[in-house]
């Protein structure tokens, strides 16, 4: 009785539905890199041995995809690859894998799943192959170390930019507490700008146009406020005239301080949101591999799987475990040999169309379906 079938063209056609897709015309010998770029990339015509696709998303192979022994065709992308023929001497990488046909003498890497249509042979599989995520992780870690070391840096500066301006207004008989909505304020020692008033009714606009309404918002609405609030005192010296210029430039600067400093508080908080989504999808990423047709001599499945410890810095470890198909000494069966030496069994006990997980216990296999 004929098993379940892989539908690949259900996989091709996910990615032909999203659009933005370069084609690939036609490849010179010369010409053995192809990079798509943010684009998916479709290939409906022969390419040569050695050919390396790239992009961020996905590709789509109408066909074949084959190299040779001494140069192997490489496929490495952020999203699916999909070869609707077979793969030989190929080297695909990608988020999830869906090769169509039988699959020899290459090397497979995915992120979250392996579909292989027909039947397999020298080949490596490997499941659950986080490395690119846990770079984005470690990268996004290190954003976020910067991010802190630079708020830091800034609040420092901030806070003596804060206690000078109240100091000098003091001596001077200077008022620049006067209110806008509790958006000037002091605590008797220094003099805080409060942006977060201004930012709920700017909501709507781009980070650019809400410098330029700050901007507009000091030189018409707070220059004027505090002209009024001090003018007696104003008129009493040229000396306190001069001293509340400085004063207005001052107070300006910790406008544009505290901009930043809000600024970059929401970039540090953009960066850990990233950062802890990333996590969650690693450690949430449980690998399959299916294989519709036989796994025959030489295949092996490897599979991953993360070990995350929270902490100061995330530690992440990773737990490992292997099945490999080989022929017993009479050469005439294949049994299965795995890391665990009590879950060898014959191959000829399982039915065609099988799907591999890493479990706690091992790596059982069940029919697909």
Known sequence: MAGPSL??????????????????????????????GDAHLLVEKALPSGIRLTGKRSVLVRGNFEGSDRYPSRIDVSGEVVVTGSVRNARL????????????????????????????????????????????IRDLEVEISRLN??????????????????????????????????????????????????????????????????????NKVVVGMLAKTNRVRLRESVSRQTTFKHLVRQLHELFLAT????????????????????????????????????????TEIRFKRPLVTAGDRLKIDEETAFIKVDSDPSGESVVFATDVESQ????????????????????????IG
């Open 7 to 36: 539908n690949i063209e259900e996989c091709a056609d996910r990615i032909l539905a999203e659009g933005k897709i370069v084609e690939v015309e036609s490849v010179g010998k010369d010409e053995l890199i192809v990079d798509a």
């Open 344 to 367: 060898k069994r014959r191959l000829a006990e399982l039915d065609r169309g099988t799907e591999f997980r890493l479990e706690e216990n091992g790596i059982p296999d069940k029919p």
């Open 149 to 218: 070391e630079k708020r830091e840096v800034d609040a420092r500066g901030l806070s003596i930019r804060q206690r000078e301006l109240y100091r000098i207004s003091t001596m001077a008989r200077l008022t620049l507490d006067v209110g806008l909505g509790q958006i000037i304020q002091d605590d008797g020692a220094r003099l805080f700008v409060d942006l977060q008033p201004f930012y709920k009714i700017t909501a709507s606009r781009t980070e650019e146009d809400i410098d330029k309404a700050i901007d507009q918002f000091f």
């Open 259 to 298: 901009r930043k400093r809000d600024l970059l508080d929401r970039q540090s908080e953009e960066t850990r949101r990233r950062f802890d989504e990333q996590t969650v999808s690693l450690c949430a990423t449980e690998a399959a591999v299916q294989i519709y047709g036989h796994p025959l001599a030489g």
């Open 93 to 136: 990488s990608g988020d999830r894998v869906f090769v169509g046909g039988a699959a020899s003498g290459s090397q497979v890497k995915a992120v979250v799943s392996v579909d292989i249509g027909g039947d397999t042979q020298n080949l490596l599989i490997t499941a659950g192959d986080f490395e690119t995520r846990l770079e984005v």
